[in-house]
Each structure stands twice: as structure tokens, then as C-alpha cells.
């Protein structure tokens, strides 16, 4: 019906502060699973012969990561391509994100690795838990808000 499109051109397309995004979900998350999965996880091998509860809390966080990766790698992509349904992904993956992280509070438990036994294990979840629910809050908000993401994916 004609009119004025009210999105403003020049805000679109992958560039800025969704291109960061872009590479944060493409590449820079994936390359984390894959150096914590793939290469430091064998390095603790002696250790883990010797508990058992730490094997089986790895062996669960990596499962865990690997099927995050993958999603970080879609949404990311897609973002990147402007696919059909990119946004929906990538809130889908920070919701998957979102609920690991609290999972992973609870997983040294779950698997017996007890903090009495293993001092530390406790704070440290929640600190890595608590800079991932940040980084999940700020790319959550700046999906919903930015300007720039309306204007490049407003049909889809």
C-alpha cells in the first residue's frame, strides 16, 4: 500500500554492535567449548582416574556445552545471513544458555562432587554462572531493543 517505511536504511544490515554478536555466537562461544571440551578436559586425565565424581561432572557439562555449541553456531549463523526466524534462534540459544547455567549450579551435587571434599567448586560455579546470565541479559536486551536488529530483520 505504498507509504513511508518507517526503518531507517542505513541502520540496516549485520554491522556494529549484531555483527560482535554475529562472531560472539559463530566463533568466539564455539572455540570456548571447543579449548574447555577438547583440550583442557584430557589434560586432567590422571586427576579424573582418581575422582570418579569430577569425570562424570565434566563428562555432563561437556554433553551439555557440545549441544550449546551447536545451537550458538545456528543462531549465530543465522543472525549473520539474516535468515528467516534469526532472532527467535538466538533468544532460543540465550534461553538454553540461560537455563545451563543455572543447571550447572546444581551439577557438582548431582554428580557427588561435594564442596566439603572440594572447597571452591561452589563459588566458582556461581561466578561463571553469573558472568554468563550477564552476557545472556545484555545480548537478551539488545535483541529486543536495538534499532539496528528491527530494521534488518523486520519481515522475518
Not at 1 to 10: A, Q
Not at 36 to 55: I, K, N, R, W
Not at 78 to 87: D, F, I, K, N, T
Request: aromatic share 12%; with cysteine.
Amino acid at each position: 500500500m505504498g507509504g513511508v517505511d518507517p526503518r531507517p536504511k542505513e541502520l540496516e544490515g549485520v554491522k556494529g554492535w549484531l555483527l560482535l554478536l554475529c562472531v560472539s555466537l559463530a566463533v568466539l562461544d564455539p572455540l570456548t567449548v571447543i579449548f574447555s571440551v577438547f583440550l583442557a578436559a584430557p589434560s586432567a586425565g590422571p586427576y579424573l582416574d582418581q575422582h570418579p565424581e569430577y569425570f562424570r561432572m565434566i563428562l555432563v557439562s561437556g554433553i551439555c556445552r557440545i549441544g550449546l555449541m551447536v545451537g550458538s553456531l545456528y543462531a549465530g549463523l543465522s543472525l549473520w545471513r539474516v535468515a528467516p526466524g534469526a532472532v527467535a534462534a538466538a533468544r532460543r540459544y540465550m534461553a538454553a544458555l540461560f537455563l545451563y547455567s543455572v543447571f550447572s549450579l546444581f551439577l557438582p551435587g548431582l554428580v557427588g562432587v561435594s564442596e566439603a571434599r572440594y572447597p571452591g567448586t561452589r563459588s566458582s560455579n556461581s561466578v561463571n554462572a553469573a558472568f554468563t546470565m550477564a552476557y545472556i541479559a545484555v545480548w537478551y536486551l539488545y535483541l529486543s531493543r536495538s534499532r539496528r536488529v528491527r530494521a534488518t530483520y523486520h519481515d522475518r
